[in-house]
């Protein structure tokens, strides 16, 4: 019997007398993609804090592969294979797209930032984000400095910037958001070929649901902090307390900043 990547127990995290997110379970299986979604203020960035090792839980467990990682803070959690995208690109502007790659796979490789001229020569780095930047589809932007590519074409450095760290699992944090229709589209497509190739196993938040069903494997609900519903694209569309508290409003929602 395979064994769950993460297995999330009882997950909850009070501020004060509050209740942002509340006994979260989830077991998340190797090379599966369970999108996250619930309205404003349902606890998706808080649960995504929490297992990132940004937010120390209340209460509950993380465990990935077996070792649990509950509120180790987020380079250790990281090192051991959790990699996480945010809203807001985190990418080096002064560097070209390839440096940008070269950067992390130095770092993942043992190499400091101080060593970084030196490693960048190294031709296995150079290849690897080469590599990288193919999958992604950006190859041909690699001698370009990241802060003169699109908004879209940002979002997908970082995105292969985390997947030089080759982790266990990815967390993509909006990938879409702020993108137009056509980038979206092609974003969607992206992600969908590295779920499909079996090498990565992901968890999205993702307020377009478009892109939720047609990325998603498994899809939990939450709502005011607590899990509704989980299950397939298709029990999820024809839930009825999940289309009362969250598809039936889905125009009027944004997505929340702080859970």
């Known amino acids: 019997m395979t064994n769950p990547v993460l297995t999330i127990s009882n997950l909850t995290k009070r501020f004060g007398g509050n209740t942002a997110v509340s006994g979260i379970n989830l077991d998340v299986m190797p090379k599966e993609t369970i999108a996250i979604i619930g309205p404003n203020g349902a606890g998706k960035t808080t649960f995504y804090n929490m297992v990132s090792g940004r937010m120390q839980p209340s209460e509950g467990n993380v465990v990935l592969d077996g070792k649990d990682i509950t509120g180790l803070p987020p380079h250790k959690i990281s090192r051991l294979g959790v990699s996480r995208s945010f809203q807001i690109n985190n990418i ?21 930032r101080k060593l970084f001229n030196i490693a960048s020569r190294n031709t296995g780095i150079q290849h690897e984000a080469i590599e990288l930047l193919k999958r992604l589809g950006i190859d041909n932007l690699k001698g370009q400095r990241a802060e003169v590519i699109s908004y879209g ?71 005011r902090g607590e899990k509704l519903f989980a299950g397939t694209p298709e029990e999820v569309k024809n839930h009825p307390e999940v289309r009362r508290a969250y598809l039936g409003e889905e125009d009027d929602e944004t997505e929340e900043s702080n859970a």
């Open 92 to 112: 080096f502007p002064e560097m070209t797209v390839q440096e940008n790659v070269e950067v992390v796979l130095s770092a993942y490789h043992g190499h400091s």
């Open 153 to 223: 074409d940002k979002r997908l450095l970082e995105i292969a910037m985390v997947l030089a760290t080759r982790p266990k699992l990815v967390l993509l944090d909006e990938p879409t958001a702020g993108m137009t229709p056509d980038e979206t589209r092609r974003t969607t497509k992206l992600v969908k070929s590295l779920a499909d190739s079996g090498d990565y196993t992901f968890l999205v938040t993702e307020h377009d649901m478009d892109v939720v069903f047609g990325l998603a494997d498994r899809i939990l609900v939450m709502h």
